[in-house]
């Protein structure tokens, strides 16, 4: 297989790399200097394009390359792959379900714990060396907050799971009512909003979803309420998140995606009431190397011409 | 302000006095909660006698004590109290008052166990995932614009499937237990005697817990059988890839020794909200970021002072009603 080229489109994984290298022609489309060039050089031998949650392969690349069979995903989230484009193509889909549920909605619930109990923002306090004795400032207690889900998918059902042993009462809003689920449903995310103390962004972010979080949605959550974004960047109206942020019309955020990675806007580094993080939902060890195996099985598999292990397309 | 003190004694209403020598975190938060028809406040930090002959003039009649960490209650200053029948903490921990001595001479204690347990086990399991997942060192990253500067941030390790060793298993533990099974972590413990109940694997010392951990979360009360039982040995077999939380009191852990393991890279990272000599916090800290550090307040919200306000009201009212006590420290 080693002549198999795949594209891959942006560092992502060492270890990935490197048993990518082992098996096929890795190509890294991130060291080339003029890109147009490379393809038209190797557009003939480019059989799979690598891409994750920052690039993927749009209608502009499948184009290109006229021998595209397989588009594997380091990430769950599609939404940087052309999936009309790759169905019309008959190239093939795949990306990593469940090895990055656990890690996601662990993660959800750090930053609903970090921002109400104002973790990060202690650890500050103390580090500055200005902690005295008899500095009693309190934080919002987390145990029995009302937490609303948007998609109740893998991680939506894991945010809520972890949620309920905190003794959360759990509601959801998604494209259609779960009648087997037991947490309460809305029909919109703005009701959604208005009856819960968290609102965490858990669904795949598609042209329906864009901007699903805009300022209706974070009146309704309120000067109280708490936004939590595991999920994607555009799916916040983000000007509109940060002047709620900084006009305190919104209780605060912990937010692990933005609409412009690494870009995040500057306005937010003085706040006290939010958590910014670089993307590391699936940020562990363990399920990096996970999401890898997954990469480099379906990846075998195609050119094996056996099943493929997690296809969307 | 002794006149303050003359003014006390000839108030008309001759409600028994509760003495406080400094007021607690949640007096001095919600001091409208202790307004009460069955007893008033005997404020000694008002006054600028010492301590010893404050108690001698005013305290010799006074039956109840409302402590605090601030303000032990030690031997001492229970002879100066020869009234004294009820000694009431704020706090869940009782390592400030010499318990003793109390139980030597029949003197009731009832502390705030069980107000506390729900914030302490978010703060705990907060702490966890914040350094298991690096979210402070990370929300710095950040803010110092490092991001767009230097790539990706490094990865953490996943909280699911972890071994966690609870050490204590009263309400702080016990609470922190339930919410780590929900993360599919696999929760160990050890206490002083084994709770037949509890589906949890138990180990009789905290080395064996260590060894068979991944990370230990401190939930027990300082005695003098666990002042430093967390030690080189035990972080040693805790081993470097360890994280140890830390929400019971400082000097459960020996500071020095564990620092000098942070320093080393000789355990994993640590979660800690006490520390031996507070508010000072070992420096060397400062510059790790596998270390997350908390001023104290893990169980610091509105909820739980207002609950612990209640609770030492209704203590008190129960007190001076001749009525059952609502949450009394049982002896062993």
Redesign the interface.
Known sequence: MESIGVLMVCPMNSYLEHELEKRFNLFRFWTVPEKSAFLATNKNSIRAVVGNSSAGADAELIEVLPKLEIVASFSVGLDKIDLAKCKEKGIRVTNTPDVLTDDVADLAIGLMLAVLRKLCESDRYVRSGKWKKGDYRLTTKFTGKKVGIIGLGRIGMAVAKRAEAFSCPISYYSRTEKPEIKYKYYPGVVELAANCDILVVACSLTEETLHIINREVIDALGPKGVLINVGRGPHVDEPELVSALVERRLGGAGLDVFEHEPEVPEELFGLDNLVLLPHVGSGTVETRQAMADLVIGNLEAHFLNKPLLTPVV | MEHHQERSDHRSQDLPQVLVIKPP?VL??FEDKFISSKFQLLKAWESTLPLDQFLTNYAGSVRAVLCSG?SPITADIIRLLPSLQLVITASAGVNHIDLTECRRLGIAVTNAAGVFS??G???A???L??V?????A??????N?L??AK???A??????GKRVGVVGLGGFGSAVA??L????CTVLYNSRTQKPSVPYPFYSTVLELAADSDSLIICCGLTAETRHMINREVLLVLGKQGVIVNIARGAIINEKEMVECLVRGEIGGAGLDVFEN??N?P?EL?GLDNV????H??V??????VAASELVVGNLEAFFSNKPLLSPVIYE
């Open positions: 975190p001095t938060l601030a729900d914030d086990a978010d703060a399991v907060g702490l995932i914040d298991l997942r690096k979210v402070s990370a929300d710095r990253y950040v803010r614009g991001w767009p790539g990706d941030y990865l953490g390790s996943k909280l699911g339930k919410r099974e929900a993360f599919g507070e508010p916090v420096e400062f997350v550090l908390s001023p307040r893990v610091f919200t509105p909820e739980s002072f």
